[in-house]
């Protein structure tokens, strides 16, 4: 299996410019995470689904935040407007829906936000 | 929220020591992962370890559940060993499917 997927690896933008990062999971997954890891906070969970449907999205920092998840292969993580304190790496990973279950990660996403 | 504690926050160590890293932890667990984040930024899944103990190669782990901690091993650590290592546990009362990540252990392995 690839793994899980994340596109762009890399974001450098200006202040208020919209971001959107991506992440496939792996095929068959049906826990879908975002985390995003900041020097002053360490890694910390920003929403989760489960079959493509948010679950607990009481990690996302401000409305200025989204996330969703059309199908089962795919989902995003939307910023907008982008501030420059959204600076981090932000993380996608994917579980099976079983209890107990190794989450994988992707190689993240490095947002620089001038 | 459950707690994860993890020490020492920093270790160095010459090529070919052992060491072992330490996961406190504040509340029943479903699942305990230690990873190995790489100086590129990746996370690695080193073990899935709610209880017991499992080896792979050089590292090995051992998870206490009743007395909530987790300790990973490395002997004969390698300059490729270095990064920083985080345990990240998901609670078994909150009903919530998310990892909780300690703080890391910062690993410098010198030649």
């Known amino acids: 299996d690839a793994g899980v997927i994340q596109s762009p690896r890399h974001e450098v933008t200006e202040m208020g410019q919209e971001v959107t990062l991506r992440c496939k999971p792996i095929s068959g997954h049906d826990y879908l995470f975002w985390y995003r890891q900041t020097m002053m906070r360490g890694l910390e969970l920003l929403i989760y689904?489960?079959?493509?449907?948010?679950?607990?999205d009481s990690g996302m920092p401000e409305d200025r935040f989204s996330a969703k998840m059309p199908n089962a292969s795919f989902s995003t993580l939307k910023i907008q407007p982008s501030e420059p304190r959204d600076s981090a790496v932000y993380f996608c990973?994917?579980?099976?829906?079983?209890?107990?279950?190794?989450?994988?990660f992707g190689p993240g996403t490095r947002l620089l936000v001038l | 929220g459950i707690q994860v504690e993890q020490s020492p926050p920093d270790l160095i160590l010459q090529e070919g020591a052992n060491s072992t890293l330490r996961c406190n932890f504040s509340d029943s667990v479903n699942n305990l992962q230690w990873f190995h984040q790489n100086p590129w930024g990746q996370l690695i899944n080193l073990f899935y370890i709610p209880s017991g103990t499992k080896q792979n190669g050089r590292l090995s782990a051992t998870t206490v559940a009743t007395e909530r901690y987790s300790l990973l091993y490395i002997s004969s650590s390698q300059t490729t060993d270095s990064g920083v290592y985080f345990c990240a546990v998901e609670g078994m009362d909150t009903g919530r499917r998310a990892l909780t990540f300690g703080s890391g252990t910062r690993l410098q392995v010198q030649p």
């Open positions: 689904f489960n079959n493509n449907v948010p679950i607990d």
């Open positions: 990973a994917s579980s099976l829906d079983r209890a107990r279950e190794t989450q994988y």
